[in-house]
Structure formats: structure tokens, C-alpha cells
């Protein structure tokens, strides 16, 4: 089994900050990809940012992703944040377990909720 498990995330006030954490677990073998994604209310599940290094418009210069690849952890420092970052945020990582020789298959964390508000 593999495992994704977010933290970090809370209420802020418009222009404050938060950091997010995502630990892999399990039996992994090795870890293709990872990111985080978001699904505010009423709204689909869109990319946030994602390593190899890609971030959506609406984040760059204002969130920045990394990995610890000893502790199989991804992070996503989000500064100047705004009422429109509320959401629901998703670590999704491209995992191969290690009973698995295929593609890697795609896991996701249960979310952590970010509520950007005054």
C-alpha cells in the first residue's frame, strides 16, 4: 500500500502565509512525479504546481513547490495569498510501489483545507 498525507493547511488573512506538506508512505519504490492540485466550492480540481516544475498562472511568483526525496515529502510554500486560493488542497504523486514493475499509478491524498479569509 501507498499513501499520501497532507498538512498544513488552516484559515489565513488575505496576504498571509502557509506552508503545505505532503509525506508518501508505504511500499515505494520509486516516485515519478508529485503535486498538488486544488478544487475550490462549485469549482473542478485544477493544478497548482508539480514536480518536474510546472505551476498554474494564477500562482506563480506566489507559490513555490519542493521535495525532500530522503523523506519522500513534497512542500508547497504559498505567500501573498488571496481570498481566491480557498480551497481544498490535493498532493497527488506518479508512484511505483515496489510489488509493481508497470507504469507508475497515480495516488492522492484526502485533501487539506485552505481558507484564505479576513
Known amino acids: 500500500q501507498v499513501q499520501l498525507v497532507e498538512s498544513g493547511g488552516g484559515l489565513v488573512q488575505p496576504g498571509g502565509s502557509l506552508r503545505l506538506s505532503c509525506a508518501a508512505s508505504?511500499?515505494?519504490?520509486?516516485?515519478?512525479?508529485m503535486g498538488w492540485y486544488r478544487q475550490a466550492p462549485g469549482k473542478e480540481r485544477e493544478l497548482v504546481a508539480a514536480i518536474p516544475t510546472s505551476y498554474a498562472d494564477s500562482v506563480k511568483g506566489r507559490f513555490t513547490i519542493s521535495r525532500d526525496n530522503a523523506k519522500n515529502t513534497v512542500y508547497l510554500q504559498m505567500n501573498s495569498l488571496k481570498p481566491e486560493d480557498t480551497a481544498v488542497y490535493y498532493c497527488?504523486?506518479?508512484?511505483?510501489?515496489?510489488?509493481?514493475?508497470?507504469?507508475?499509478?497515480?495516488?492522492w491524498g484526502k485533501g487539506t483545507l485552505v481558507t484564505v479569509s479576513s
Open positions: 508505504g511500499s515505494i519504490g520509486s516516485i515519478d512525479a
Open positions: 497527488k504523486g506518479d508512484i511505483r510501489p515496489t510489488w509493481w514493475s508497470g507504469r507508475a499509478l497515480t495516488y
